[in-house]
């Protein structure tokens, strides 16, 4: 029944368990063990012919109200909840993937995502090719017998390039390989990659679910059989569970998810359309501005524009540090997705450790700034990037 909810329904009751003292807000079950009434049940649950919890690091009530909750949200079969958003993407691939299997990826990627396919696969075996995203051509040619998995992010980190999920999903499905799509920078309210073919889709909880900065959190959406025959018995084992606590914040996030991440995304637009006119700034990067060169396939693929856009300042480096020091509401932090609007400087922060050479290919430049639009008002946001609020 909840499945053929309305999106804002499902948020704000998807997956409600109420115990028996009827509970309006979800329960926090803070608990890492469980007992059993008798051996006998302790032996069916461990059997699995009894349904219910044998282990924190196995399941966990608020744990399993999250997972239902982001499950319906993105209209996907299973949905398995992660420590961080990190240790949705490492249990994705590390499930399937095996020595000896090949990995194609898009080269503009999350730095962490950057590091664990080209530095930490590798020792385990597997190989990897990284390609330009939006060259369809390239994900083709990328292909081996042994490709067993495409990884993409979109819209990119940080210039909003985007992807087109639909055609690469189908070069991998042509390739007997499973498309995952890291879609934090969209999130479930803006982007629906399994309508457009994803096998799997992961999240970083900690961005806009959460999306008050306050913890650690990640999700694997997935079919059903993916999550029995394949992250259970990896991840069950290997121990990158969602802390309870941290999924009861997160199930809460989701109650109000629709009405910031919408709200954001409409601010992000209009100060993006107001930065295109400053004369300090050469350039704005945002798909929904209809200067995006991408801006049909935002058309096709995505909702809203996203909370997040970069720019260009005229002048370097120099010139974007001094638009960081002039600014008294937004602040400098890596961190995305929060509803407290945050700037960084990608070149010497987020992407220092990508050598120049790739960075100057995925457009990042000393002049590039990454702002992740809040929910402050937005006339106070353009008047600080204005150098006003001081
Ligand atoms: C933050 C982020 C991650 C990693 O999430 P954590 O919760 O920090 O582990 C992965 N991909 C993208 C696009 C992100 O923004």
Known sequence: M????????????????????????????????????????????????????????????????????????????????????MAAVWGALSSHLKAGDHIVAAKALFGSCYQVITNIFPRFGVDFTLVDGTDLAAWQAAVKPNTKAFFLETPSNPTLELIDIQAVADIAHNANSLLVVDNVFATPV??????????????????????????????????????????????????????????????????????????????????????????????????????HP???????????????????????????FDLMRNLTVIDISNNLGDSKSLITHPASTTHRAVDEEARAEMGITESTLRLSVGLEDVEDLIADLNGEML
């Not at 649950?45 to 282990?55: C, H, K, L, S, T």
């Open 294 to 320: 991408q801006n049909d396939l935002y058309k096709k693929q995505m909702s809203g524009g996203g909370t997040l856009l970069a720019f260009e300042v005229k002048g370097g480096k120099q010139s974007a």
């Open 2 to 85: 909840s499945d053929n909810w309305g999106e804002s329904t499902k948020l704000v009751r998807g997956g409600l368990n109420r115990s028996q003292h009827g509970e309006t807000a979800e329960a926090l079950y803070l608990t890492s063990g469980f007992c059993y009434d008798s051996a006998e049940i302790a032996q069916a649950r461990f059997n699995g012919d009894d349904e219910g919890f044998v282990y924190g690091r196995y399941g966990n009530p608020t744990v399993e109200m999250f997972e239902e909750r982001l499950r319906l949200l993105e209209g996907a079969e299973a949905c398995y909840g992660t420590a961080s958003g």
């Open 190 to 291: 803006l982007q629906k990659p399994m309508e457009m073919g994803a096998d799997i889709v992961v999240y970083s909880g900690t961005k806009h679910i959460d999306g008050q900065g306050r913890v650690l959190g990640g999700a694997i959406l997935s079919s059903e059989k993916f999550k029995e025959d394949q992250l259970k018995p990896m991840l069950r084992h290997t121990g990158p569970s969602l802390s309870p606590f941290n999924a009861w914040v997160m199930l809460k996030g989701l109650e109000t998810l629709k009405l910031r991440v919408n709200a954001q995304s409409q601010a992000a637009l209009e100060i993006a359309t107001a930065l295109e006119s400053h004369p300090e700034i050469s350039k704005v990067l945002y798909p929904a501005l209809p200067s």
